[in-house]
């Protein structure tokens, strides 16, 4: 019997969206459905005083890959902005990521040579988050710049938790103190949500409308199923629950023209509950009046609130391994994106993911750049 769609995609952010827009591009006819009452996952924007607000962070399109880059700036045209974030630590304000600015502000150095003896960058340490932390900062960088910050957000000491998540966050002995330093960097200018408007536009998509609530239904009305939620659940817990980290949200419409000066600022002492203050006019760098903030608070996942931040601890990913086994035994389901890989994934990997799987799927990316 002909299935009503040739492909179901569960969640409608940037994964979900890129292969439904590519699928569709090649004569595949597509259902979106999304749980929440909007497009764009994580990503999604939405105006308040003329304001473009991150309901859920900040998100900085940074890459590498040309090809990503021009993709999505199909969709939108990208400011050139570049991230610049300054640390609270004790009510002093402090350049980051450590550089030298900060070893200026904290040790008087000015030269990458006087630096060195703060910074150790040739250690191969791979033990715990704070042993490898204290072995290339020092224990005076370590506890104002990450250990309160980092127990924060993950809700466990850093001698439990391992190496690999500092090792995202740059050091460096020179005076640059951009956030990243991909080669092309930038936000869109109409914020993100229009870029999923344009991607699902012709899409027919269902909002508020959760997979688990009516899957019996859904899993019968499409030859193929791509899903973007959270494995685990998928497949009833049967092998227990994958952990994660959520954040919590405290928005507020402030009526001054200029809160904190800066797009985001880190507060990394221990006796402060939230992680960092957004303000989100920085990103646009315009001259709106007044202002609109967000205090971020790091939270248990439960299972039930959204996904921030997966726990790639021995344990867990074990687990994800074991569950990412079922699907070699049904060609119809296809678990993907950030979430569904069990993986903090930046913004242009999830794209080319996606690019990846259509390509796989269809045998070729038809118009993908016209």
């Known amino acids: 019997m002909n299935k009503q769609y040739d492909y179901l995609i569960v969640g409608a952010g940037l994964f979900g969206s ?19 009452n909007h497009i764009g996952g994580n990503c999604y924007t939405e105006k308040i005083d003329d304001i473009t607000v991150y309901k859920y962070s900040g998100h900085i399109f940074h890459t590498n890959n040309e090809y990503v880059w021009k993709y999505i700036n199909r969709y939108s045209k990208f400011s050139n902005y570049q991230h610049h974030l300054k640390v609270n630590y004790n009510n002093k304000i402090y350049s980051f990521p450590i550089n030298l600015f900060t070893l200026n502000q904290i040790y008087g150095v000015i030269t990458p040579f006087d630096g060195q003896k703060f910074i150790n960058t040739n ?10 932390a204290i072995e290339h900062v020092g224990k005076e960088l370590y506890e104002s710049f990450i250990k309160g910050y980092t127990e924060k957000q993950w809700g466990k000491p850093c001698n439990e938790l391992p190496s690999n998540i500092i090792k995202r966050i740059p050091i460096r002995l020179t005076y640059n103190d951009c956030y990243y330093n991909e080669k092309y960097q930038g936000i869109p200018v109409d914020g993100y949500t229009k870029i999923f ?43 227990g629950k994958l952990e994660y980290r959520s954040l919590y949200f405290h928005t507020q419409i402030l009526p001054i023209d200029d809160f904190q000066g800066v797009a985001t600022m880190n507060y990394t002492s221990a006796n402060v509950p939230y992680t960092r203050i957004i303000e989100h006019k920085h990103f646009d760098n315009k001259d709106q009046n007044g202002t609109v903030i967000t205090y971020e608070y790091s939270t248990e996942g439960d299972g039930d609130n959204d996904f ?25 389901v296809i678990i993907g994106g950030r979430i569904g890989s069990y993986t903090y994934c930046d913004m242009d990997k999830t794209i080319a993911n996606a690019l990846e799987l259509v390509r796989k799927e269809t045998g070729c990316l038809k118009n993908s750049m016209n």
């Not at 009516?214 to 899903?227: C, E, G, H, T, V």
């Open 308 to 332: 921030y931040y997966p726990i790639n601890d021995d344990k867990n990913n074990n687990m994800f391994n074991t569950y990412k086994t079922l699907t070699k035994l049904d060609n119809r």
């Open 123 to 132: 250690t191969d340490n791979d033990g715990n988050l704070e042993s490898w």
């Open 18 to 36: 890129v292969c439904a827009h590519e699928l569709s591009k090649s004569g595949y006819k597509c259902l979106v459905i999304d749980k929440r």
């Open 197 to 239: 408007n344009r991607m699902l536009n012709n899409i027919e998509v269902k909002l508020d409308t959760d997979y688990f609530d009516n899957r019996d239904y859904f899993d019968n009305i499409s030859d193929k199923i791509i899903f973007t939620g959270n494995i685990d659940k998928f497949y009833n817990y049967q092998y």
